[in-house]
């Protein structure tokens, strides 16, 4: 069978997405493949489809037990024969399933990675004289410690490669930045890996972010218009998670609390509740969420600020998977960053800690940020979005452009007179004139030294922010955050390409976030 018509006799769909194509033909090729694909892009199906068509067992590895039943379930009733094999089950289930796979009756088992290499080696050594085909690896990014959901038990999947020569391995995840794609491609050893990165913009959702006053009655609010739908909150304390799921209760709202905290049966009952629609809103941790498939959730509020972009992205990509649209909202307060400035920091590690710093300041930033969101997140996953989204808080609010060729040249030419060496507060003061020791002592007689000094410091931040957002300007990968030109800034530095900068008098100023660094 081909995999069209696979496609058509196990899952009812006509049509490939995206990638899809390409990416099963790769592992039917026996090929390794990375695939980052946004939530609800249809990864599942990379895997699922070649498992149909090869002939012999995928082992599917997911972080996800409480998840790995809907999955099978679902296979099953597609005429697909899988199983699970995790701790959730009694022996005697567990030698039944044994049995299937002797007899090579199942074409998919699913396991947690901690099972595979556990305290002993018995199921390596089981799955070794079984047709092993293809080994999938969900939240592959679960393996690095830079990702922002890291898993040590992922880190023995290292010895897959050896465990399994030849056979494909597909890591599979929603979110990788470029330090992260790196670290899975080496830690899980692929061999002359495909990559497959499908567009991660979700065109369906509305980014907002409003500096947050009140959030309890901000909420109300936004609630109030949104009613009958479903939507989820995140909090970053477990205990915030009860008692504003209390509040809007008592505000006759419909809506539970999700943390890791709660025992598994509470878990169990209240994501049930949500998913079957009785509960209209989860108020949770980062806990929830990861693999739900709810596709008609229409809102994801952040109260508090997410530590980084990866984690913001994922969570707010679990509204509208139907590709209704959906909106997601942050509520933004400084204090929010210092206190999570103190949760970067890891003992004994100051390379992580330089590393989570830089993505909370990339967060920071984007929370900050005078300029089209849509194409911030995009720029952040490398990710060409040359126009506007139209569908942002920025891009909806009416603004006003002007020739900001000369203060673009200014900018850029002050980022390149102190070699590229540092960060925005720094090139502000610079561009000031300012009379700080380091700038004065080194700097004074550069050029461009002082020559916007009648440009207030908030507006230079905007400015620069706004040239990073259109790509005239960078911030280094590394922690230092230093601001260094890129391939567009010749054209504007030799006046051979004009620049439009938003003028300060946006009407929608008063709701803008505030500006400070
Ligand atoms: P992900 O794991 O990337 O978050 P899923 O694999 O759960 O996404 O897929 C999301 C939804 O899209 C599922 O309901 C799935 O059945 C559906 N889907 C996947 N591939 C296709 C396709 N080619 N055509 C239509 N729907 C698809």
């Known amino acids: 069978m081909n995999p069209l018509d696979a496609l058509q006799k196990y899952f009812g769909y006509s049509n490939f997405r995206h990638s899809q194509e390409a990416i099963i033909q790769h592992v039917l090729n026996k090929q390794d493949v990375m695939v980052l694909m946004p939530t609800g892009g249809g990864k599942s199906l990379c895997y699922q489809l070649p498992a149909v068509l090869l002939n012999g067992l995928t082992v599917v590895i997911s972080p996800l037990i409480a998840l790995m039943k809907d999955q099978v379930d679902s296979l ?48 390596i050594v089981f799955l070794k004289t079984l047709p092993v085909v293809q080994i999938a690896i969900d939240e592959a990014h679960c393996i690095s410690q830079w990702g922002h959901d890291f898993r ?80 989820i909150i995140y909090c970053l304390s477990r205990k915030s998670t009860e008692s504003l799921a209390e509040n809007l209760k008592e505000e006759g709202f419909s809506a539970e609390a999700y943390h890791a905290g709660l025992t598994n049966e509470t ?101 900050q940020l005078h300029a089209c969101r849509r194409q911030y997140l995009m720029q952040y996953f490398d990710e060409n979005f040359p126009d506007n989204c139209g569908s942002c808080d920025f891009c909806l609010s009416e603004f006003v452009k002007f020739d900001g060729t000369l203060i673009a040249q200014k900018a850029l030419s002050a980022v390149a007179r102190v070699k590229e060496r540092f960060g925005v507060t720094y090139i502000v003061d610079f561009l000031r004139g300012s009379r700080s020791e380091k700038i004065w002592g080194e700097h004074k007689l550069l050029k461009t030294y002082g020559a ?65 660094f």
């Open 76 to 123: 099953n009733l597609s005429g697909i024969p899988a199983a699970f094999l995790n701790s959730s089950q009694s022996p005697e289930e567990q030698k039944d399933i044994a049995i299937h796979l002797k007899n090579n009756e199942l074409r998919l088992l699913y396991i947690a990675p901690e099972r595979l290499f556990g305290k002993d080696d018995r199921l």
């Open 152 to 231: 040590p038990e992922y880190l023995m999947l290292a010895g897959l490669k050896k465990e399994f020569p030849g056979v494909p391995v597909i890591a599979l995840t929603a979110t990788a930045d470029k330090l992260t794609q790196k670290d899975i491609l080496e830690k899980l050893n692929l061999q002359k890996p495909a990559v497959f990165i499908s567009s991660f913009n979700r065109e369906n959702i509305t980014y907002r972010v409003n500096p947050k006053k009140n959030s309890f009655n901000q909420l109300i609010n936004f609630l109030e218009e949104r009613k009958d739908d479903s939507g």
């Open 452 to 516: 916007g000094a009648d440009i207030s410091k908030a507006d230079w931040q905007r400015y620069l922010r706004e040239l990073i957002a259109m790509g005239y300007l960078r911030l280094s990968d590394d922690a230092y955050a230093s601001l260094k030109l890129t391939l567009k800034s010749d054209a504007v530095l030799k006046g051979l390409e004009k620049v439009e900068l938003i003028s300060s008098q946006t009407t929608d100023e008063k709701e803008a976030a505030p500006l400070d």
């Open 267 to 367: 878990k169990a009952k209240n994501q049930e509740a949500f998913l079957r629609d009785e509960v209209k809103i989860m108020v949770a941790t980062i806990a929830f969420g990861m693999g739900i498939n709810k596709s008609n959730v229409r809102y994801v509020v952040h109260v508090d600020l997410p530590k980084n972009i990866e984690g913001y992205y994922q969570e707010t990509g679990r509204a509208g998977r139907d590709g209704l649209p959906s909106d997601a909202l942050l509520l933004y307060s400084p204090g929010d960053a210092m206190k999570l400035k103190g949760f970067a920091q890891v003992e004994n590690n100051p390379e992580q800690s330089a590393i989570m710093m830089k993505k909370l300041d990339d967060m920071v930033n984007y929370c």
